[in-house]
C-alpha cells in the first residue's frame, strides 16, 4: 500500500488549489485528511505535527509559499507586493519549527526561484513555484528509495531492527528514511522484524511507526521507550536505525528526543547504531551538534495523556522536543549518495557540495 503524506490539489477550471495533508495526529484511530488553501493553514499544519517529520515538512513548506504565490495572485497584487507577500509567506513558514532544517533548506529553493525570475509575471511565478513543490516532493521519494537501496546491504535475512520515532513515508514525501532502508531490503526478499519505540511524549513510534509498518505488511511489535534496553540485553536487536532532523558537518545527529539514550544503549550493548537521512539534512554551516537548535514544546504534551491529566496541575515540565547524538556513537550515516562511517566530515561536505554515488565506507 502506498501512503500519501502530501498530495496537491488544483483543477484545470482554476478553482483554487490546495496542499491535502494526510492528519497525522488522528492516526492510527482515524486516516482523514486536511485540506490546506493558505498559508496560514500550512504553518499552522506544521506547528501542530498534522504533517511532521523533516523531509515532508521541507515538502509541506515549499507547497505553502506556493500557496503564497496563489494568494497574491487571487488579490491582484502588483508586482513588487505579490513579491513581498512571498516573502512574507517564507518567513511565516520558517518561524514554524526551529530543528529539521530540511525546512530552511526547502525554502531557500523557494526565495532562489523567485530571485531567479525577475522578468517573470505573477501568474509565471506562482507556476514555477508550484512547479519547484512538485519536483521537491517527486525528488524526495526518488531520495528515499536511493537511501533505502544503500541501507538495505547492511540487513541480513531475519534482522531485527530497532526504531524511535516515526521516519517512514509519513515523515517523508514517501517511502521514507529508516523505514525505507527497512522496505528496500523486505523488497529484496530479506524477513525483517522492527521494535518500534513507543516515543513519549506524542508517540509517534506506536501511532504511525507501527501504523505504516503494518500498512506494508512488516512484522512490528510496540515497546515503550523505557523497555529499550531490556530488550536489547535479552538479545532481540540486531541494530538501529533512526532518522535525523539535522546532522552537523562532524556527523553529530539532531533526531527525535530519546534517540541519544538508544545510541548510548546499543553502544553499550555492541549493537550498531546507523541514522538514515537525504543530504537536505545534513547542516555543513554547523560544525557539531551544540549548535542545532532544539524545539522545546508545549508542556500539556507531557502532562496530559490517555484522556487525562498525567502529572499535578502546576508542576514544572521540561520538553525538548528532540536531542543530539554524538558521532562517536553513530556506526553509520545513510544517504542518498551511500553509507558514510567515521571520520564523517570530509565524506558528508563532498556529498553536499558535488554529490556522489559511490558508497563510502572507512
Ligand atoms: O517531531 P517530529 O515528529 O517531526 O520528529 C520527527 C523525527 O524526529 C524524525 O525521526 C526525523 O524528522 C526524521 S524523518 C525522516
Redesign the pocket.
Known sequence: MSIETLKWRESPDREAPALIILD?TRLPVEVAEVACGDVETVAAAIEE?KV??????GVAAAYGVALGAWQALAAEEESAAFRRSVGDAVERLART?P??V?LFWALDLMKRVLDANSGASNRELYELLRDAAHRLREDDVAI?KRIGQHGAGLLKDGDRVLT?????AL??AGY????GVIYAATEGGKRIEVFADE?RP?L?GSR?TAWELMQHGVPVTVICDNMAASVMAARKVDCVI????RIAANGDV????G?YGVAILAREHGIPFYV???TS?VDMKLASGDAIPI?E?KPDEVCQGMGTRTAPQEVSIYNP??DVTPHRLVTSIITEFGVATSPFEPTLRRWTTTGSSETDRA
Do not use: M, S, W
Not at 176 to 179: C, I, K
Open positions: 497525522q505535527l511532521r517529520g523533516a523531509p515532508a515538512i519549527r530543528t529539521a530540511n528515499c524511535h520515532c516515526n521516519a517512514g515523515a517523508t521514507g528514511t529508516a523505514l516515543t506524542l509517534q504511525l533512526v532518522g535525523a532532523d539532531a533526531n527525535k528526543i534517540t538514515a537521512a537525504p539534512t524545539e514544546r522536543a528532540f
